[in-house]
């Protein structure tokens, strides 16, 4: 069955400064995995999808993850974060078969001016 | 355009009434999708709707009845519901239900007094 940890419910971080949200999954194939932001009050927008093509991978706002299978981990980075990024992060894996979204529990972001 | 929209923004209702909301996207997506949210709290799928029939019901209580009309509208009708039943309702579309990527609305707020 596949499953998806994000390691991190908080992280805070000065303007400027890098982001990292971290994301695990538990996947029995190659994964299909997403993150998605959600501003407050807000729907889902789609930062970037990993699909088995090229590891890293470049999103939207500057937003990028790298796909390591020997870690299970794609976890999501910016080099520098600006006060717009402040919402909640949500990473996905979709489940074979049924192409259900399994969602990680979120990590809410928070930019410190 | 990668755009879904939903009808109302903002719902008050009595445990009596009956209300309805609506999503409707123009991609020419034939893959719909209806989710419930909890204040802080991932995602949950309720529906999914799949070349206009209905594919997946996660044993969604009866007083939530979906419909999909055409391939670009989506309707969740809503009657006797109780006040657990406040969250924000998100409806996303894709390709088709193989096609992973989902796009989410800004979804509707809902309140049940």
């Known amino acids: 069955a596949q499953s998806v940890t994000q390691l991190d419910s908080h992280v805070s971080v000065s303007e400027g400064t890098p982001v990292l949200l971290r994301c695990n999954y538990s996947?029995?194939?190659?994964?299909?995995l997403f993150w998605y932001v959600q501003h407050p009050n807000k729907g889902l927008q789609l930062l970037l999808k990993?699909?088995?093509?090229?590891?890293l991978v470049k999103g939207i706002n500057g937003f990028e993850a790298e796909f390591k299978k020997s870690e299970t981990s794609f976890h999501l980075t910016k080099p520098s974060a600006h006060m717009s990024d402040a919402a909640e992060y949500f990473c996905?894996?979709?489940?074979?078969?049924?192409?259900?979204?399994?969602f990680g529990t979120g990590t809410r972001l928070k930019v410190l001016a | 355009d990668t755009e879904v929209t939903q009808t109302p923004k903002h719902l008050v209702m009595g445990m009596t009434n009956k209300k309805s909301l609506k999503c409707e996207q123009h991609m020419g997506h034939r893959a719909m999708y209806w989710y419930k949210q909890k204040a802080k709290k991932p995602p949950e799928l309720m529906f999914v709707y799949s070349y206009e029939k209905l594919s997946i019901n996660e044993s969604v209580p009866s007083r939530f009845s979906p419909e999909c009309p055409n391939s670009s509208l989506l309707n969740l009708h809503l009657h006797a519901l109780q006040p657990e039943d406040s969250a924000l309702y998100l409806c996303a579309s894709s390709q088709d239900h193989r096609k992973e990527t989902q796009y989410f609305g800004p979804g509707t707020r809902l309140l049940v007094l």
């Open positions: 990993y699909t088995s093509a090229a590891t």
């Open positions: 996947s029995s194939y190659s994964p299909s």
């Open positions: 996905v894996v979709v489940t074979s078969g049924t192409y259900k979204y399994i």
